[in-house]
């Protein structure tokens, strides 16, 4: 992949963030983690992602609410956004979504297209 960057992963399933973290650390990304969107929305403040690769259905705080709340801050509404879900149909805000299952390829595919994207806006 050309373009590295720091990518956050957001799921509750440990799993599911294990398989993404190790897909994208493949490829030569940093890798940050988070469990749900209220830990997300913490993460992203403390050190902004170039991307976020999240899951839309979670306890706490859901893709859907994390997803709003990062496009009302303007510190954070340019971060683009990739949605993995089975529910697919919720992720209205996101930048791009893939329907779980996803092909490995299909992911880095897409992630890449969002972090060149992402640079460009900045």
């Known amino acids: 992949m050309a373009s590295v960057g720091r990518i956050l992963v957001v799921d509750d399933e440990p799993d599911l963030r294990f398989i993404l973290h190790r897909i994208l650390a493949r490829a030569g990304h ?13 993460s992203v403040h403390e050190s902004p992602p170039d991307l976020v690769v999240t ?5 706490v705080m859901g893709g859907v609410e994390f997803i709003r709340r ?20 919720l992720a209205v ?7 779980k299952p996803y092909e490995r390829t299909e992911l880095l595919t897409v992630a890449e ?3 060149r994207k992402g640079r460009d806006r900045r």
């Open 30 to 42: 940093e890798i940050a983690e988070a469990g749900d969107g209220a830990a997300a929305l913490t």
């Open 93 to 99: 805000d996101a930048d791009a979504v893939l329907a």
């Open 113 to 115: 297209n969002l972090l």
């Open 70 to 89: 990062l496009r009302a801050d303007p510190a954070t509404a340019t971060i683009p956004v990739l949605a993995v879900s089975g529910d697919w149909q």
């Open 55 to 59: 899951d839309m259905m979670m306890p």
